[in-house]
């Protein structure tokens, strides 16, 4: 299950550069781990964040890429499988990625996500302890600065907004988290890409005070286990507008015949392993498709022919299966 989190306005720590910050509390005796893997927007971060309640430690690499086959120094693929970052994260519980503005300006957002994809199972598969919410992803945050890529600032900004659908599809089928960041293109300095100064202290503060809540939220979960029929209807309803919403941008069509029930397009699309949302059949013979994520509609479109649903091939699919 993943969560959207939306930030807060106004900050709720304020620190200066000392390595070390502590508040009091009595919630809990034992700090929380989080590790933030992050590009050079992490250097908004003071190194190491303690308090009663969490540790909060960030290594930040300056150009970091999800997936970088030019550069093993900005490969997070390689580099969470050595040291230093493999040795944080043993010792860590949880993970934020703080990553993606060096990837959107030079790569699709549907060939980003398939790296990050990759890289999560290569994660879970030698760190499985991390699984069921111990990992946060985060939106890709503002930059107004084009590239050879993305000429315009217009096609930079299209490209990040779908690779934050895509992401926040992403993190559902890998149940990790997803932080909303949120942030004001004011915020940039000159070069368009980076935080000014003056907002390095709000920013660092979105990430802390959401850190901050999940810890306290994962406390409360411990104590209360019960959930109200409404508040888990509310929180359902939510959450598929917003999944319809990131449907209409994965959708396939087909022609199909008459002959074609629904009953009979489900059983064969389960048959031919078709990961999909929704299904439509319209008026006009044509059957749409809806996902959830480019990965899901690729792997449709490329094996579904477009004469897949016609009378021959039903007649076919009958005969097969009677």
């Known amino acids: 299950m993943h969560s959207i989190v939306q930030t807060k306005p106004f900050p709720l720590y304020l620190f200066s550069t000392f390595t070390t910050i502590t508040t009091m509390t009595s919630l809990s005796s034992i700090p929380e781990t989080f590790l933030i893997i992050s590009d050079s ?22 150009g970091l890429q999800w997936i970088n086959n030019y550069n093993h120094d900005l490969n997070l693929l390689s580099l969470i499988h050595t040291d230093p970052i493999s040795s944080l994260i043993n010792s860590t519980s949880n993970i934020l990625f ?43 945050l503002p930059c107004i600065k084009p590239s050879n890529r ?21 993190s559902a089928k890998h149940n990790v988290l997803y932080l909303d960041l949120s942030v004001p293109f004011e915020w940039l300095c000159r070069d368009r890409i980076h935080l000014h100064h003056d907002y390095h202290h709000p920013f660092a503060n979105i990430i802390i005070n959401y850190l901050h809540d999940l810890k306290v939220h994962h406390q409360s979960s411990n ?8 508040a888990i209807t509310r929180r359902n309803r939510k959450r598929n507008l917003k999944f319809k919403q990131i ?34 059949i319209v008026s006009n013979h044509t059957l749409r498709l809806h996902f959830n994520n480019s990965l899901d509609m690729l792997h449709a479109d490329q094996n579904l022919p477009h004469n897949i649903f016609d009378s021959n091939n039903f007649i076919n699919w009958i005969q097969r299966n009677k």
């Open 98 to 140: 703080l990553i993606g503005i060096n990837s959107v300006r030079n790569f699709p957002a549907p060939e980003i996500i398939q790296q990050v994809d990759y890289l999560l199972d290569s994660l879970f598969s030698r760190y499985s302890r991390l699984r069921q919410g111990r990992i946060i992803i985060t939106s890709c």
């Open 247 to 280: 449907q209409q941008n994965f959708i396939i069509s087909r022609d199909i015949t008459s002959a074609w029930s629904y009953y009979h397009v489900n059983n064969f699309l389960k048959f031919s392993n078709i990961l999909y949302a929704r299904l439509l």
């Open 41 to 62: 927007h992490g250097k908004c971060l003071t190194p190491t964040i303690l308090t009663s309640l969490y540790c909060i430690k960030t290594y930040s690499i300056s």
């Open 150 to 170: 993305y000429s315009t600032i217009t096609l930079l900004r299209h490209n990040i907004e779908i690779y934050n659908q895509l992401l926040l599809s992403l």
């Open 223 to 230: 104590k209360f286990k019960y959930r109200s029929r409404e």
